[in-house]
């Protein structure tokens, strides 16, 4: 029996998102390698992070890693850096996903191993998350990256704090190119989601609610109150309502709204509609209103399909139609094309590797697709050509 290809994910976060030359330079440093897929590049202006995602084979994507890291390093100075996401180097998080034939254990080990090349041959201090990690606590990236940039000084050459790879003292290299999170992880979604506000504040307040972490619990008033804390000083919280979930707000100068920005690490604990709802649900509830949604990278097909159907639900009409209507009502109900326009054939994973969203023009489609787009509710195909179909099929 031949053996099932393995196929691997990178999405490294870049600490660049206005200069398009440096952007450039450094994907064309992932395409230099030969056997990997260059799936999505998503810069963003406010954050100065851009995050790209490339596929393929194990050995072809750690290379084409580990050449998109040497050239970020050449190219961003961290002491110039200035962004709304948090960071901790020029490629601030690394993570490896297992796409097929391959187990989340073996990506941890590959990423181990390119977190030690990384060091060795590029002299980039390392720490190594989720399941690559090598302390408990680090499977947290917020621990791996406390401090952020700002705090590398300090943490770099300490026992506790200091880096999994490439221990030494701060240098001259070190401020230019910060440290990099190097990890292996399961799929998880990047997501935004955009308020009418403009409060931080707010924004924050939201993000507490709702994030699997809480928000430390407080004598008397919730904000301003002393904060409760164990005998060992350590803050109480109160969980937030959505489990899997990591979320801060920001203000973001370029869209002049705030905004939720959450990870989702587990979609089948948390899925994205779930997610959506409950931040309108918090958000309602401070006078604030959810006006759209922002993907950041690229989407499961899953994710937007179960949305789809459960948006489909409950406005109470037919789940069986085509999947392209199914993902456009998810589209429409979250208010994915909110800020941009959102083309599934370039923000769902699936059909980026196969190709699989269906060709527009009814000339063009098979029977079935001619079918389904008659159960969507297109104006089109009208009377006329579905009677020219019935009677095809009949006869």
Known sequence: MAKTKQIVECVPNFSEGRDMNV?????????????????????????????????????????????????????????????AHPRIGATDVLPIVPVSGITLEECAEISRQLAKRIADELNIPCYCYEAAAFKPERKNLAVCRKGEYEGIAERIDDDAEAPDFGRRPFDEQVARTGCTVVGARDFLIAVNFNLNTTSTRRANAIAFDVREKGRPMREGNPIT????????????????????????????????????????????????HAAFDEVCRKADARGVRVTGTEIVGLVPKRALVEAGKY????????????EEEIVRIAVK???????????????VIEYLLEAEVP?????????????????????????????????????
């Open 311 to 322: 948006f489909l639900r409950k406005q109470r009409r037919s789940t069986g139609v085509a």
């Open 225 to 272: 109150g002393k904060k409760l804390c164990y005998a060992d000083g350590t803050p109480i919280m109160k969980p937030g309502t959505l489990k899997c979930t990591k979320a801060i707000g920001w203000f973001i100068d370029e869209y002049g709204i705030a905004q939720v920005s959450m990870n989702i690490t587990d979609i089948s604990r948390t899925p994205l």
């Open 23 to 83: 952007i450039r330079q450094i994907t064309d440093a992932v395409e230099s390698v030969k056997g990997v897929k260059l799936l999505d590049v998503d810069p963003g202006e406010a954050t100065n992070r851009t995050v790209v995602t490339f596929v393929g084979e194990p050995d072809d994507v750690v290379e084409a890693a580990f050449r998109a890291v040497g050239k970020a390093a050449q190219l961003i100075d961290m002491r110039q850096h200035h962004g």
């Open 333 to 347: 109900s979250m208010g994915l094309d909110d800020l941009k326009p959102f083309d599934p054939a370039e923000k």
């Open 359 to 395: 060709k527009k023009r009814l000339i063009d489609m098979t029977c079935k697709a001619f079918a389904e787009e008659t159960a969507s509710e297109s104006p089109a195909p009208g009377g006329g050509s579905i009677a020219a179909y019935m009677g095809a099929l009949g006869a």
